[in-house]
T-cell receptor, first 110, second 117 residues
Framework: SQQGEEDPQALSIQEGENATMNCSYK?????LQWYRQNSGRGLVHLIL?????REKHSGRLRVTLDTSKKSSSLLITASRAADTASYFC??????????FGQGTELSVKP | GAVVSQHPSRVICKSGTSVKIECRSLDFQATTMFWYRQFPKQSLMLMATSNEGSKATYEQGVEKDKFLINHASLTLSTLTVTSAHPEDSSFYIC?????????????FGPGTRLLVL
């Protein structure tokens, strides 16, 4: 299966702390994306990083990509209770398809 | 911009009935729409890829006669779960890519929760 793996599966932190989630994948990619899903809702696109990029920032989000290790990380700085959600990485596949990782369930306690 | 809607948001039906779920791109034209299924506490699994005016492409293991997909226009795709059974109960999510765009980013609908009794 091309589906990636994410760790940790669940992460619980206090408000203000940083949260780091990791994603590994199996095949070569053109880009890797991170999405957020609130419970029982659709997905929201957070950030896209291309295979020739190593790091990207967007607000409190920082994404890194290591194509040699086939891994990526998502860092959320100064977390807030509203960041509580599930976070998924997704890699591109032929035909514009996305292959999603298993997800990390983040809980930020006020 | 790039808003995708789904209707209905939740549906309960009896076993053996068919259920239609609509996916609409509200403020853009979508070259391609994707249908996913998500079981509780699990990731999204791609079911099929839908292109306007052509037959959908189904992923391995997804029965095309059970999950009928129609992509009649650049803003609407429908998924019909035929003869639904309790094991079809799941969260169904669609997504769309922008016509004329790179097709890298998918815009997701809010999902439809199906419960088959």
């Amino acid at each position: 299966s091309q589906q990636g793996e994410e760790d940790p599966q669940a992460l619980s932190i206090q408000e203000g702390e940083n949260a780091t989630m990791n994603c590994s994948y199996k095949t070569s990619i053109n880009n890797l994306q991170w999405y957020r899903q609130n419970s029982g809702r659709g997905l929201v696109h957070l950030i896209l990083i291309r295979s020739n990029e190593r790091e990207k920032h967007s607000g409190r989000l920082r994404v890194t990509l290591d194509t040699s290790k086939k891994s990526s990380s998502l860092l959320i700085t100064a977390s807030r209770a509203a960041d509580t959600a599930s976070y998924f990485c997704a890699t591109d596949a032929r035909g514009g398809k996305l292959i999603f990782g298993q997800g990390t369930e983040l809980s930020v306690k006020p | 911009g790039a808003v995708v809607s789904q209707h209905p948001s939740r549906v309960i039906c009896k076993s053996g009935t068919s259920v239609k779920i609509e996916c609409r791109s509200l403020d853009f034209q979508a070259t391609t729409m994707f249908w996913y299924r998500q079981f509780p506490k699990q990731s999204l699994m791609l079911m099929a890829t839908s292109n306007e005016g052509s037959k959908a492409t189904y992923e391995q293991g997804v029965e095309k006669d059970k999950f009928l997909i129609n992509h009649a226009s650049l803003t609407l795709s429908t998924l019909t779960v035929t003869s639904a059974h309790p094991e079809d109960s799941s969260f169904y999510i669609c997504s769309a890519t922008l016509a004329g765009g790179l097709g890298e980013t998918q815009y997701f609908g809010p999902g439809t929760r199906l419960l088959v009794l």
